[in-house]
C-alpha cells in the first residue's frame, strides 16, 4: 500500500501524519519542550543504590533520577554479579535511555550503546551481527550477514544488527552506514572522557530526521514538508545519509494548512474521543488507563444482514481493521484487552483474530496477540515506545481529577447537608452557614432539596442561607460561617 508522509512544523512544535488509502495511520508529535530521550547518551552519576531491587537510580541532569537494572548493565552479563557488587555512589556512568519517562515513571538506561543508522544498528560492546526479525526470508538472512561480514573491517571489535531496509540496500550504502556509525562512535567516546556527569554526550535526531531514517520505505510515494527552511535541512540531511529520498522531498506552500488539506486536523480530534465510530453503524468504545486498555466492539445501528451471527461477524472484521489502525494511530502500548463481539462460529473465530493479525502486520511497534481466551476476550501487547497521544495532547480533568465522571449535584447537596451537621456541632456559636457552590447545585437547593435545607435548618437551629459561586466546578463547595 503506498503512502505519503506529511511533515508540518513550527517553531516549538513538529507533528508526523503517515497517510494510507487517504486515511492516516500514524500521528506522531515532538515539542521542543518535550523532545523524546531514547537513544540520548550521558555520562551520568550513580544517585542511589538499591541492592533489594538490584537497580540503582542514576542522575542525568533530568527532573527524576533515571532507572538502571542490572540486567542492563553490560559489562555484567557473564559475571553476573549483583549490583551493589558492580556500582557504588558518585560513581560517572556512560549510558543510554532506552525509554522515555513514562508517567510517574523515570527513564530507563542500559549501559550497552547503540546507534541507529539507516540500514545498521551498531553495537560498539557486542561483536555480535543480528538480522531484523522482518527479514523472515531464511536464505535472505544468511546472505545479508554474509555480506556485512564482508564489509565489517578486521580491526572492529563492536557488530551490528540489519535493519529492515537494509535488505534491499547496495554494498555502497551499506559500507557508509558502517563508517558513518564507526567514526560517530569515535566522536562520543572521546567526548566521554572529559565529560562531567551529568552530561549530555550525544542526542538522538530530530523527529522529521528520524521519521526519514526509520519510516520512509518503497512505499513511501512523497514526503511533503510545509517549512522551507526545515524542508532545505532534510534535504541536505538525506543527500548526505540517503541520497535515494531526496527526490522524494517536496516544500509544501500552498495556501491552505497542510494538516487541514488531508484532513489530520479532524483525525486528532478523532483520536482524543473514547468513541470510534465504524461505517457499517458499529462503533468501537476505546478506555487507556495506568493499567492496561481496554476496547470494546458494539453493533451499533448495524442491522445489514438478516442473520444476526452474520451481523456480527462483519461487525467485528470490520473493527478487526479499525482497531489495529486506532494503535497506531493513538500509539496505545502496554496491555490492551479486546472485547469483540461474542461469537459463537469457532470458524468465525479464527477468521477475526487472522484478520487483526493481517491488519497488525503494518505496525512498525514490535505486537504480540494472543487467541481467544476462555472469556471470549483477546489479550494482547504492544511496545511501549513513548507516551500515547492522548497523554502528549491532554492532561487529566481538573475537574474529575481523571475519572471521566464527576458527582452528580444531587450527590453534592447531600455532602453539604452532612458537612453542615459536622459543622453545627462543633461550632455551636456560628448564627449562621452559607453555602457557597456551583450553580447547579444552587439550584438543586432553591427546588428539589427545599425542604431537606428546611429541615435542616430547623434541627440545627440556625439560618442556612445560599450563594452560586460561578467559578466553582459542581464538585467544589465552601461553607462559610457568620
Given at each position: 500500500m503506498s503512502e505519503e508522509v506529511l511533515i508540518n512544523v513550527t517553531p516549538r512544535e513538529t507533528r508526523v501524519a503517515v497517510v494510507a488509502a487517504g486515511v492516516v495511520q500514524e500521528l506522531l508529535i515532538e515539542r521542543a519542550s518535550g523532545r523524546g530521550l531514547v537513544g540520548n547518551l550521558y555520562m551520568g552519576r550513580v544517585a542511589r543504590v538499591l541492592p533489594g531491587m538490584q537497580s540503582a537510580f542514576i542522575d542525568i541532569g533530568l527532573e527524576r533520577a533515571a532507572f538502571l537494572h542490572v540486567a542492563d548493565i553490560w559489562e555484567n552479563r557473564e559475571p553476573g554479579k549483583p549490583i551493589e557488587k558492580i556500582l557504588a555512589e558518585g560513581t560517572p556512568l556512560l549510558v543510554q535511555v532506552v525509554k522515555d519517562p513514562i508517567g510517574s515513571k523515570g527513564a530507563r538506561l542500559s549501559t550497552q550503546v547503540s546507534l541507529a543508522g539507516r540500514l545498521l544498528v551498531y553495537?560498539?560492546?557486542?561483536?555480535?551481527?543480528?538480522?531484523?526479525?522482518?527479514?523472515?526470508?531464511?536464505?535472505?538472512?544468511?546472505?545479508?550477514?554474509?555480506?556485512?561480514?564482508?564489509?565489517?573491517?578486521?580491526?572492529?571489535?563492536?557488530?551490528?544488527i540489519v535493519r529492515t531496509l537494509a535488505e534491499a540496500a547496495a554494498e555502497e550504502e551499506l559500507a557508509a552506514d558502517i563508517a558513518y556509525l564507526r567514526q560517530l562512535w569515535a566522536t562520543l567516546r572521546q567526548r566521554s572522557l572529559g565529560a562531567r556527569p551529568p552530561e549530555l554526550l550525544y542526542q538522538d535526531l530530530s523527529l522529521a530526521q528520524r521519521v526519514l531514517r526509520d519510516m520512509v520505505s518503497a512505499a513511501t510515494v512523497r514526503v511533503l514538508v510545509d517549512s522551507r527552511e526545515n524542508h532545505q535541512k532534510l534535504h541536505a540531511f538525506a543527500q548526505r545519509y540517503m541520497p535515494q529520498l531526496a527526490?522524494?522531498?517536496?516544500?509544501?506552500?500552498?495556501?491552505?494548512?497542510?494538516?487541514?488539506?488531508?484532513?489530520?486536523?479532524?483525525?486528532?480530534?478523532?483520536?482524543?474521543?473514547?468513541?470510534?465510530?465504524?461505517?457499517?453503524?458499529?462503533y468501537l468504545i476505546i478506555d487507556q488507563t495506568e493499567a492496561m486498555t481496554t476496547i470494546d466492539v458494539n453493533t451499533g445501528g448495524y442491522v445489514g444482514s438478516r442473520n444476526f451471527d452474520d451481523t456480527i461477524f462483519k461487525t467485528n472484521l470490520e473493527a478487526a481493521q479499525?482497531?489495529?489502525?486506532?494503535?497506531?494511530?493513538?500509539?496505545?502500548?502496554?496491555?490492551?484487552?479486546?472485547?469483540?463481539?461474542?461469537?459463537?462460529?469457532?470458524?468465525?473465530?479464527?477468521?477475526?483474530?487472522?484478520?487483526?493479525?493481517?491488519a497488525l502486520s503494518r505496525d512498525r511497534t514490535?505486537?504480540?496477540?494472543?487467541?481467544?481466551?476462555g472469556l471470549g476476550l483477546v489479550e494482547m501487547t504492544r511496545k511501549r515506545t513513548r507516551e500515547s497521544l492522548a497523554h502528549v495532547l491532554c492532561e487529566p480533568c481538573p475537574t474529575c481529577e481523571g475519572r471521566g465522571e464527576v458527582k452528580t449535584a444531587f450527590t453534592v447537596c447531600y455532602e453539604i447537608l452532612r458537612e453542615i451537621l459536622r459543622e453545627a456541632r462543633a461550632f455551636n456559636e456560628a448564627r449562621e452557614f452559607r453555602i457557597l457552590?456551583?450553580?447547579?447545585?444552587?439550584?438543586?437547593?432553591?427546588?428539589?432539596?427545599?425542604?431537606?435545607?428546611?429541615?435542616?435548618?430547623?434541627?440545627?437551629?440556625?439560618?442556612?442561607?445560599?450563594?452560586?459561586?460561578?467559578?466553582?466546578?459542581?464538585?467544589?463547595?465552601?461553607?462559610?460561617?457568620?
Open positions: 553495537l560498539p560492546h557486542d561483536p555480535h551481527i543480528g538480522i531484523s526479525q522482518r527479514i523472515e526470508d531464511e536464505n535472505g538472512r544468511a546472505q545479508l550477514r554474509d555480506r556485512l561480514k564482508e564489509l565489517v573491517p578486521a580491526e572492529e571489535k563492536g557488530g551490528f527526490s522524494r522531498l517536496e516544500h509544501y506552500a500552498g495556501e491552505r494548512p497542510l494538516f487541514d488539506l488531508y484532513s489530520v486536523e479532524d483525525e486528532i480530534e478523532k483520536a482524543l474521543s473514547r468513541r470510534v465510530d465504524l461505517k457499517s453503524g458499529g479499525a482497531i489495529a489502525r486506532q494503535l497506531r494511530l493513538r500509539n496505545l502500548g502496554g496491555i490492551i484487552v479486546l472485547d469483540f463481539i461474542d461469537m459463537q462460529s469457532e470458524s468465525h473465530r479464527a477468521a477475526v483474530l487472522e484478520e487483526f493479525k493481517r514490535r505486537v504480540t496477540v494472543n487467541g481467544f481466551t457552590a456551583a450553580q447547579s447545585v444552587i439550584d438543586r437547593f432553591l427546588e428539589e432539596e427545599a425542604p431537606s435545607l428546611e429541615m435542616l435548618s430547623q434541627f440545627i437551629g440556625k439560618r442556612i442561607s445560599v450563594q452560586v459561586e460561578s467559578s466553582y466546578t459542581q464538585e467544589q463547595f465552601d461553607i462559610v460561617l457568620m
